[in-house]
């Protein structure tokens, strides 16, 4: 009988609704991925002939010669990798300490003009920077700078040779670039630290500057290395400005103040005159290492700032 | 002097190391904004320059409509394409967030916002220059749509996320269905973020020189056809900065000049925006 009943009354599995509206965005935000996986793929098939031809040798190759088709990439990825660390090291205790003076409570009227302004630095157009550099930023920096450094320190052969298109000068311009990145992230993990840590500190009798260099800095070390990584990004990648002031030079530099070259700015300058098969592809080879280069920096920047923050949120 | 004084003498000496930090970092903003005014302001002051396009060196009367005219289109089909596509994709992202391929494409607007411009003009040389055989300005709009794609992206995720989420419930619990709940519901209450991100990308765009180098390439004409080359406000600046003669430097710091005031009057527009949006989702 029970079995009867039970029979009888069938209860429809829930109809599932396929929910077009998740499948038609989802398919559209799918773009974004695509386009990615795209410009890695398309710019390995473009540089092709250049990887098969001269293999791993054009990333140790010092000589630059289109005449010849004799391709080396290093001078271009020292003076990358250059350029952006010292635009770094030159950055980064400006952009910590403007996010350290934002990131304090109270006086937001003032803060908020300062900050304002670091963010517009960001909105500034990089061939902006790079005209202001060419004529006013380098020549003040050759004169101020390089000359009176090399006088005192030119028998440190890295700092001779004083030049208006300098490596030292791309850096001084990168470093004002990346400030506001730097700055952006670091206040908003410095923000991010738990109040408590910071009035227990105050409460033992810290000053303002020991519970700021002892007690909220090392709290929101990783947050701040991750900004870092992340303005690195931006450095390596930047073209434009650099362009304009690197001095465009296809070998190792003897000296910070002397004329170099990057990987963007080789590709800005020739790209449009590369002629036969091997020129452009080795030219785009350089474009898929700083891709790759900035990918890697980028993916570990990020990983290590949504790392930092989840942690932070735990702890509070 | 005890301890405890030269600790707070210190701690006041670091406090204004930091302000002072902090000043040296809007020395710059203030230089660019002085140099480009003061030596851009006398080139644009002439209304030829915003009527007239390129004239060769001694010729007087050159400007800069070219570029604005080009600038102009760029931005506008470059708008078509990554706005439309972002909105939809950043809805996703706050509809759906939790979806394992939401992160993915979390991942990728991240990684697309760090790419190197100079490299996203190389893959639209590849996708567009290379097989048609010809510079152009749908290339240039492609190039500059992938950068603003990303922006897009996260504002509008990160403005349909600030709605309350009793807006939702609401209008699930009357009974519709979930697309007209986010995009007759959520997404108009959203509209001011939305802007906000278009807005920026926009300024994004107006400003990037790099991926235009190889695929919308430059004019020295005045065109309107977007399948030929276009000039364009950053071009202008690159090449005419790096001519040896007085007359084009000097255009290149008016061209530099209009290129602030547009950016930057966009980005203090989307600050306004942004922040009616915040008091909007305060009241819901």
Known sequence: MATAVESTVVIPPPRRVPDRFRTLTAAVASVAPLIVVVIVVILFQQAAPAVRRYGLGFLTGTDWNPVTESFGALPAIFGTVATSFLALALALPVGVAVAVTL??????????????????????????????????????????????????????GWLSQPGVRSLFNASLVLAVMILPTLSAISRDVIRAVPRGLKENAVALGATWWETTWRVILPAARAGIFGATILALGRALGETIAVT????????????????????????????????????????????????????????????????????????? | MNRNARRRYASSGWLAVMYALTLLALIPLGLILWFTVSKGLPPALHLEFFTNSFRPVGVPGSGVA??????????????????????????????????????????????????????????????????????????????????????????????????????????????????????????????????????????????????????????????????????????????????????????????????????????????????????LAGQL
Do not use: C
């Not at chain 2, 909105?87 to 391929?101: D, P, T």
């Not at chain 2, 790419?115 to 003009?121: F, H, K, L, R, V």
């Not at chain 2, 203090?268 to 949006?277: F, M």
């Open chain 1, 103 to 156: 990131a304090e409570q109270g006086q937001q009227g003032i803060r908020g003009v300062i900050g304002t302004g670091v963010e517009l630095l960001a909105a500034i157009p990089s061939v902006v920077y790079g005209i202001w550099a060419l004529y006013v930023l380098a020549p003040w920096s050759y004169a101020h700078l390089e000359v009176p450094i090399s006088e005192h320190f030119g028998f440190i």
């Open chain 1, 244 to 316: 304009m002031v690197i001095g465009n030079n296809h070998a190792m530099p003897p000296s910070i103040f002397a004329p170099a070259y990057t990987l963007s700015a080789v590709i800005a300058n020739e790209f449009t005159e590369a002629t036969g098969v091997y020129h452009p592809a080795a030219l785009i080879e350089l474009g898929l290492v700083l891709i790759l280069v900035t990918l890697i920096v980028n993916v570990v920047a990020l990983l290590l700032v949504r790392s930092t923050s989840r942690e932070v949120s735990r702890a509070a």
């Open chain 2, 66 to 279: 070219d570029a604005i005219v080009g600038t102009a289109i760029l931005v506008s089909l470059a708008s078509l394409m990554a706005i439309p596509i972002g909105i939809l994709g950043g809805v996703y992202l706050a509809e759906y967030g939790v979806a394992r391929w939401a992160s993915w494409v979390r991942l990728a607007s991240d990684v697309l916002v760090g790419t190197p411009s100079i490299a996203i003009g190389l893959f639209a040389y590849a996708l567009l220059v290379a097989p048609l055989h010809h510079f152009s300005g749908y290339s240039g709009a492609v190039a500059l749509a992938v950068l603003m794609l990303p922006i897009v992206i996260r504002t509008t995720e990160g403005a349909v996320a600030l709605i309350p989420s009793g807006l939702r419930e609401s209008g699930l619990a009357l009974g519709l269905p979930r697309w007209r709940v986010s995009l007759q519901l959520i997404l108009p209450a959203a509209v001011p973020g939305v802007i906000t991100g278009a807005l920026l990308a926009v300024a994004r765009a107006s400003g990037e020189t790099a991926p235009l180098l190889f695929t919308a390439f430059g004019n020295q004409h005045l065109v309107f056809d977007p399948n030929s080359q276009l000039q364009a406000l950053p071009l202008t600046v690159y090449q005419y900065a790096l001519q040896p003669y007085k007359s084009l430097q000097d255009q290149a710091w008016g061209a530099a000049l209009v290129l602030v005031v547009i950016v930057l009057g966009i980005n203090l527009a989307s600050r306004w925006v942004l922040r009616r949006q915040i008091a």
